[in-house]
């Protein structure tokens, strides 16, 4: 039995996720809960926010996320290949800032036009 903080929604219920039956979950108050109980421990995915370097632009660094879920696993190599990354202004919100990050099948864009 593992214990996993759902963030689905903001009641951040305390679910008990039983992996010796087919993870069935307890403790959530609803269903998107069980369902995020479940994938938490089959195949946890994140967002990636973080930044980038900007040239030609008020501020040095562009704010950058995913644009979906990437495997939690992936993350440091996500972070790792922006690292080498810098865009030259201007840049709007959403502009794709690097396509299929890592080969997820996800793109990196902007979260802030500069």
Do not use: W
Request: charged share 20%; glycine share 10%; with cysteine.
């Amino acid at each position: 039995m593992t214990e996993v903080i759902c963030t689905m929604c903001p009641n951040g219920c305390h679910l008990q996720v039983d992996e010796e039956n087919g993870y069935a979950v307890t403790g959530n108050k609803c269903p998107r809960g069980a369902v995020y109980g479940k994938s938490e421990l089959t195949n946890p995915v994140r967002i990636v926010t973080t930044t980038v370097r900007i040239e030609g632009a008020a501020h040095p660094s562009l704010p950058v996320k995913t644009a979906g879920d990437v495997p939690k696993g992936k993350m440091f190599d996500i972070v790792a290949a922006l690292d080498d990354v810098c865009v030259q202004a201007p840049v709007h919100v959403g502009d794709v800032v690097l396509a299929d990050v890592c080969g997820t099948g996800v793109d990196v864009v902007a979260s802030r036009s500069m």
